[in-house]
């Protein structure tokens, strides 16, 4: 069931120790479930209990699990080493991490790469780590913060991964195309939430990593999703931010849509907001920063007059990712300074949000950075869209 072959992990996992190799590193304990699923297929949502996959230098990756885990694992992925932590009252899966790194000789003195900043170590299970591995111990090894290790190897997407982006963005091209069909009078925002998200998996799509944004009327001023649906009026404005999802890949969009007759504010700050994606996805080339793209969001906003209604980022880098969010770590802001190169994937948007006159008007689209400038990988037209 693995999505990728066989020489695609290979080249995965090579890249991988040649940068753990670079940081003098003996293994990394590896509990982000997007570098589970990038090194080794392991598709789950087990990841919220205690799981920790350890990749050495030498030899395979053996994955630490729970028992609810061990089939997903034999059938997503390609470890062949799974080891089983048992549940019970008193049961602590960082204890047998410490034998299982002591088995592989992985102990003692070593250096071990450790992923924090992930939802997959929650701050008591890092705890427990710590207790097991440095406590009244011997020699224990050293751990050392490497978060950034395989998510900096997966900004740059092989082609195949380069595939599921656009084959994500189809799905959401066909998503905003049955949202705007069913948005109209009388009918609930989670009428139109539906048909975006029915349209997703009726092409075989994925849930995305978090929940569509779906606010209409006041709430289409709040780019999060929040509980509770509400009616249509004849005259509405309704917030969307959703994602075509294939084989965990993300391709997400953005649109504020008007039922009835726009405000005049709604086609100024469109206006401004086409214009300032445009200007964004100029910047969006090869070795250009992050920062320099958000420059251009900041310039072209400020000109319009909408400092006050924008907000102090513009996007961030996509590709496979697991909830609570398909946010990728990197993001367009100022002074970021990853420099931006081909063959990646990234999500700008224009997000304006005027509460004193209670307009919204937001637009975005995700692109790939190609060898000379960027490809926005969306057909639909930029124009605001009126039903």
Same mark, same amino acid.
């Given at each position: 069931? &693995?999505?990728?072959?066989?020489?695609?992990?290979?080249?995965?996992?090579?890249?991988?120790?040649?940068?753990?190799?670079?940081?003098?590193?003996?293994?990394?304990?590896?509990?982000?479930?997007?570098?589970?699923?990038? !090194?080794?297929?392991?598709?789950?949502?087990?990841?919220?209990?205690?799981?920790?996959?350890?990749?050495?230098?030498?030899?395979?990756?053996?994955?630490?699990?729970?028992?609810?885990?061990?089939?997903?694992?034999?059938?997503?992925?390609?470890?062949?080493?799974?080891? @089983?932590?048992?549940?019970?009252?008193?049961?602590?899966?960082?204890?047998?991490?410490?034998?299982?790194?002591?088995?592989?000789?992985?102990?003692?003195?070593?250096?071990?790469?450790?992923?924090?900043?992930?939802?997959?170590?929650?701050?008591?299970?890092?705890?427990?780590?710590?207790?097991?591995?440095?406590?009244?111990?011997?020699?224990?090894?050293?751990?050392?913060?490497?978060?950034?290790?395989?998510?900096?190897?997966?900004?740059?997407?092989?082609?195949?991964? @380069?595939?599921?982006?656009?084959?994500?963005?189809?799905?959401?091209?066909?998503?905003?195309?049955?949202?705007?069909?069913?948005?109209?009078?009388?009918?609930?925002?989670?009428?139109?939430?539906?048909?975006?998200?029915?349209?997703?998996?009726?092409?075989?799509?994925?849930?995305?990593?978090?929940?569509?944004?779906?606010?209409?009327?006041?709430?289409?001023?709040?780019?999060?999703?929040?509980?509770?649906?509400?009616?249509?009026?004849?005259?509405?404005?309704?917030? !969307?931010?959703?994602?075509?999802?294939?084989?965990?890949?993300?391709?997400?969009?953005?649109?504020?849509?008007?039922?009835?007759? &726009?405000?005049?504010?709604? @086609?100024?700050?469109?206006?401004?907001?086409?214009?300032?994606?445009?200007?964004?996805?100029?910047?969006?080339? &090869?070795?250009?920063?992050?920062?320099?793209?958000?420059?251009?969001?900041?310039?072209?906003?400020?000109?319009?007059?909408?400092?006050?209604?924008?907000?102090?980022?513009?996007?961030?880098?996509?590709?496979?990712?697991?909830?609570?969010?398909?946010?990728?770590?990197?993001?367009?802001?100022?002074?970021?300074?990853?420099?931006?190169?081909?063959?990646?994937?990234?999500?700008?948007?224009?997000?304006?949000?005027?509460?004193?006159?209670?307009?919204?008007?937001?637009?975005?689209?995700?692109?790939?950075?190609?060898?000379?400038?960027?490809?926005?990988?969306?057909?639909?037209?930029?124009?605001?869209?009126?039903?």
């Amino acid at each position: 069931m &693995p999505h990728f072959t066989d020489a695609e992990y290979a080249n995965r996992l090579a890249r991988t120790r040649a940068a753990m190799k670079a940081r003098d590193l003996d293994a990394m304990l590896l509990f982000a479930p997007e570098s589970h699923y990038w !090194l080794t297929g392991y598709d789950t949502f087990g990841f919220c209990f205690f799981q920790c996959m350890v990749l050495p230098m030498e030899g395979e990756p053996v994955l630490l699990t729970r028992s609810a885990d061990l089939r997903q694992a034999q059938l997503t992925s390609t470890v062949g080493d799974i080891r @089983i932590w048992k549940d019970a009252q008193d049961a602590n899966g960082a204890e047998d991490l410490r034998a299982l790194l002591q088995e592989l000789a992985l102990y003692t003195n070593a250096r071990l790469g450790v992923e924090f900043d992930t939802q997959g170590l929650t701050a008591k299970n890092w705890r427990m780590v710590e207790a097991a591995l440095t406590t009244a111990q011997d020699s224990p090894p050293a751990l050392i913060d490497a978060s950034s290790l395989v998510g900096d190897l997966r900004l740059i997407k092989s082609e195949a991964e @380069i595939a599921c982006v656009r084959k994500a963005a189809e799905m959401s091209d066909a998503a905003l195309e049955a949202g705007i069909a069913m948005a109209r009078p009388g009918v609930s925002d989670g009428a139109v939430l539906a048909a975006m998200q029915g349209e997703i998996f009726a092409r075989g799509g994925d849930y995305a990593g978090n929940e569509f944004i779906c606010g209409s009327g006041e709430g289409a001023l709040l780019c999060r999703y929040f509980s509770g649906r509400r009616t249509l009026e004849s005259v509405d404005q309704l917030t !969307l931010e959703w994602s075509g999802a294939w084989r965990r890949y993300h391709a997400p969009m953005m649109n504020t849509l008007i039922l009835g007759k &726009p405000k005049p504010q709604h @086609i100024a700050m469109r206006a401004a907001a086409i214009e300032a994606l445009k200007a964004c996805e100029s910047a969006l080339k &090869p070795g250009n920063s992050m920062g320099d793209v958000f420059d251009e969001h900041v310039r072209i906003l400020d000109q319009h007059g909408l400092r006050q209604h924008r907000l102090n980022a513009c996007g961030y880098s996509v590709g496979s990712r697991f909830t609570p969010c398909w946010m990728d770590s990197h993001m367009f802001y100022e002074g970021a300074e990853t420099i931006i190169e081909p063959h990646m994937t990234f999500f700008l948007h224009m997000i304006l949000m005027d509460s004193e006159t209670g307009t919204a008007q937001c637009l975005g689209r995700t692109s790939l950075v190609t060898q000379n400038g960027s490809e926005s990988l969306s057909r639909a037209p930029l124009d605001l869209v009126v039903t």
